[in-house]
């Protein structure tokens, strides 16, 4: 048994082994990047995170192995073992309260990433089980609005593990309504699939450009802002290519810098500011990571709806009216 899971259902359920999350084994075109192999170290870490969240007795266990991961890549390492607890509480015999628990103690600084978690949880689940997939946080000053992330994370789950579907063909997912919001959904999950595609380019940023520009017109901001909180957070270009992004992005350049503010954000409250966010965040704010982190800030909005738009979007909408 793994916990109250038996192994055959573990198994079946487990992310993919690291060979298979290789940018060569998934065939991306950004498998001979220079930033390639660096970005590769980001889905190890979410698989190594969720083995260990699989096979974790208790909490305080998963807890001492996270910890002693790179401070840079732990987000990452808790993000898949808040996956794991997810999939773990949402089986028959599961317990409900295991991603709980997580996210309101050791995995509370990754927040952010701790959503996306769920969102890769999600990615393996059948969809009747969403609706008991979201804990209720207690203090979390972020939850729900923030939990958007889930389908930003469901999104990036499916581009990146079945990219000729829904980056080649371009499909689009069926609505679901997370917060009681299911015409918002499809552009979550558009955020995610931007997020990919800075993963599969190689952070190439004019390759990057292009696969943006290949969606029909109505998907691009979301893809644009994914791209800017990918390329904010995992890191993996210059300035110089960082500019001509901004350039290609055009009139939807602001979607790219609320994606960098928002990947500051997450950075800033985890505690760990790499050197390559705070570059890539100047790059394309004009902003430290202080600066931007405060922003999103300045610009966070109460849970709820305003006229039907979630919370999440109106506090998006605001950090883009600063850069337009």
């Keep these: 048994m793994v916990g109250r899971i038996p192994r055959a259902v573990a198994r079946a359920l487990l ?8 940018f060569a084994r998934r065939g991306f075109p950004g498998r001979d990047a220079p930033a390639a192999r660096n970005l590769e170290r980001i889905p190890e870490a979410v698989v190594c995170g969720f083995e260990w969240g699989m096979e974790a007795r208790h909490l305080g266990e998963a807890e001492h192995r996270l910890e002693t991961v790179d401070a840079a890549l732990r987000g990452f390492a808790y993000e898949g073992t808040v996956m794991a607890f ?8 599961g317990r409900s309260d295991r991603t709980r628990d997580l996210m309101d103690g050791p995995a ?19 969809r009747r089980l969403w609706r008991g997939v979201l804990p209720e946080l207690t203090d979390n000053p972020y939850h729900p609005t923030m939990s958007w992330l889930a389908v930003d994370g469901y999104g990036f789950d499916l581009a990146y593990f079945d990219t000729r ?11 679901y309504p997370w917060l009681g919001a299911p015409d918002y959904f499809p552009r979550a999950f558009d955020q995610g699939v931007g997020r990919a595609l800075w993963f599969v380019h190689g952070a190439r940023c004019a390759a990057v450009a292009d696969a943006v520009r290949a969606f029909p017109r109505r998907r691009r901001p979301d893809l644009w802002s994914g791209v800017g909180l990918a390329a904010a957070f995992a890191g993996g270009a210059e300035p110089a290519p960082l500019a001509e992004l901004l350039r290609a992005a055009g009139p939807e350049a602001p979607h790219v810098a609320q994606g960098a503010v928002f990947a500051a954000k997450a950075r ?12 890539v965040v100047r790059a394309l704010t004009g902003l430290s990571a202080a600066a931007a982190a405060a922003l999103a800030d300045d610009h966070a909005v109460e849970p709820g709806e305003y006229g039907g738009v979630p919370a999440y979007e109106v506090w998006r909408s605001g950090i883009r009216e600063h850069f337009s």
């Excluded at 992310?15 to 290789?22: Q, R, S, W």
């Excluded at 997810?86 to 015999?93: F, K």
């Excluded at 579907?165 to 609505?175: C, E, I, L, S």
């Excluded at 800033?268 to 570059?279: F, K, L, N, R």
């Design 86 to 93: 997810t999939v773990r509480d949402a089986l028959p015999a």
């Design 15 to 22: 992310a993919p082994p690291l060979a298979e999350v290789g």
């Design 268 to 279: 800033v409250y985890s505690g760990c500011v790499p050197d390559h966010t705070e570059s």
């Design 108 to 126: 509370r600084p990754h927040t952010f990433l701790a959503y996306i978690g769920i969102g890769f949880a999600m990615a393996r689940l059948p």
């Design 165 to 175: 579907r829904w980056v080649d063909r371009q499909d689009a997912p069926h609505t």
